[in-house]
């Protein structure tokens, strides 16, 4: 099984700054694509960033010069710096990984997503 643990939430004032982490763990032969969502209240999820193990990044025209993502392919990790927070970024902020998993004699491509960790911005 591969596991994605999130950290770096919390409660920040309107021009502040957060970090999230996201680490995977498990049987893991290779990540693609690895990326951060967003779901608020009431809305659907919505990709904020990601970035493939080339170091593509993509990102939503909301977030574009305010947040950065990278990834340390060694260690499954990925990381979103974001700055210049916003009322509008409260959400709960989730990481994604298409993993790639050895299973019996073959290996299977999974899509897995992490727990969910709270970003409060306050004006």
């Known amino acids: 099984q591969v596991q994605l643990v999130e950290s770096g939430g919390g409660l920040v004032q309107a021009g502040g700054s957060l970090r999230l982490s996201c680490a995977a763990s498990g049987s893991i032969l290779s990540i693609n694509t690895m990326g951060w969502y967003r779901q608020a209240p009431g809305k659907q999820r919505e990709l904020v960033a990601n970035?493939?193990?080339?170091?593509?990044?993509n990102y939503a025209d909301s977030v574009k010069g305010r947040f950065t993502i990278s990834r340390d392919n060694a260690k499954n990790t990925v990381e979103l710096q974001m700055n210049s927070l916003k009322p509008e970024d409260t959400a709960v902020y989730y990481c994604?990984?298409?993993?790639?998993?050895?299973?019996?004699?073959?290996?299977?491509?999974?899509?897995?997503w992490g727990q969910g960790t709270q970003v409060t911005v306050s004006s």
């Open positions: 994604n990984a298409d993993v790639t998993t050895p299973q019996f004699m073959s290996v299977i491509r999974r899509n897995v």
């Open positions: 970035i493939i193990s080339g170091g593509s990044t």
